[in-house]
């Protein structure tokens, strides 16, 4: 059952006059309410983040029915999936409840679901936070669920931060898909599965990989370990194309704050590194939130595999290597 905690107060079972104190708190500023008959101290909720306040609200909105459990985004963020942030003001944004008897409906702003019985059994758990202890889907259910009833891009975010924090395996990724059947939308955790890999180690690794894919270029190989034509390494790289002796890197926001005193001399080795690549007949190519937002990257992507796919020469199997795949094709 789930159950406030931590600085959530309920008004569930307090006596008339604490709910009436409190509701006076509430209209004079004093409480942030989060949802019905829930409350947290205005001091208190100031100091929690933004996602630390989405996740108190969450939590209070499942206790305001106890036997329910929490699904699709709003079990996402308790786990900490890095799902898309639909940044609209926290008292609009939805909740996803859910249980295997209620039917499937809408009360303001809480997404009641009906589970199913193959597609959920066994998939629930208590699950504590800062805030209460809510029941709520498995890791791995959660992340296939937000294929189906969010977007395909949370979903393979979800299963690739899984997949890199070992949450779960690919094997047992693959032996949960298979157990789904023909449930409703299983075409879409199919996808979602062939699409997840063990090699994005950020969310933005997570989009450029699904760009590359629908762009529809050739499957790239992830975290590639990079070595010169002599076998001196060079390094290891986000996204690399054997076949076009391509080499694309993904620059985020901290890149050249990883020696803060000296952010330059960041920017002197990896100048360093892309002379080596070039000498020895690869082409790197970085991209950064910018211009993955305003279409360059994909403009950049898609002309580099278009003359490279003419003129590269191969690069040799003995200077690179990697274990993943960015996604698996699928068969036929």
Not at 11 to 31: C, F, K, L, P, S
Not at 108 to 123: C, E, I, M, W, Y
Request: glycine share 8%; with cysteine; aromatic share 8%.
């Amino acid at each position: 059952m789930n159950q406030v905690g931590g600085p959530v107060i309920s008004t569930t079972r307090a006596t008339g006059a604490e709910r009436q104190r409190i509701i006076r708190g509430w209209r004079n500023d004093e409480y942030v309410r989060l949802a019905p008959g829930h409350y947290i101290e205005s001091g208190q909720a100031e100091d929690l983040t933004r996602e630390e306040r989405i996740k108190a609200r969450i939590v209070a909105y499942a206790c305001t029915a106890p036997r329910s459990a929490v699904v699709g985004i709003s079990a996402a963020h308790l786990w900490g999936f890095p799902v898309a942030d639909s940044h609209r003001a926290l008292e609009q944004q939805g909740v996803e409840l859910a249980s295997f008897v209620a039917r499937t409906r809408r009360s303001g702003v809480v997404r009641h679901r009906r589970l199913g019985r193959r597609s959920h059994a066994g998939s629930l758990h208590s699950h504590e936070t800062d805030f209460g202890t809510v029941l709520v889907t498995d890791a791995l259910t959660t992340a296939l669920d937000l294929s189906r009833w969010s977007t395909l891009d949370d979903s393979v975010r979800a299963l690739d931060y899984g997949l890199a924090h070992e949450l779960f395996t690919r094997e047992e990724v693959e032996q949960r898909v298979g157990t789904l059947g023909a449930v409703k939308g299983i075409a879409h955790v199919q996808l979602a599965f062939l699409l997840a890999s063990s090699g994005s180690e950020s969310p933005r690794e997570t989009d450029v990989k699904l760009l590359l894919w629908r762009m529809g270029t050739p499957v790239p190989w992830q975290q590639a370990e990079i070595r010169s034509r002599r076998g001196v390494w060079l390094g290891r790289v986000d996204f690399f194309y054997p076949d076009l002796g391509l080499i694309i890197e993904y620059d985020g926001a901290g890149k050249y704050l990883v020696d803060p005193g000296d952010p330059h001399s960041t920017k002197a080795r990896e100048y360093d590194q892309n002379e080596q690549y070039r000498i020895n007949g690869l082409v790197p190519v970085h991209i950064n939130d910018a211009t993955l937002r305003n279409g360059i990257a994909e403009e950049l992507i898609r002309d580099y595999v278009a003359s490279l796919s003419v003129l590269a020469t191969p690069y040799p199997d003995h200077c690179w290597s990697a274990e993943h795949l960015a996604w698996t094709a699928p068969e036929g």
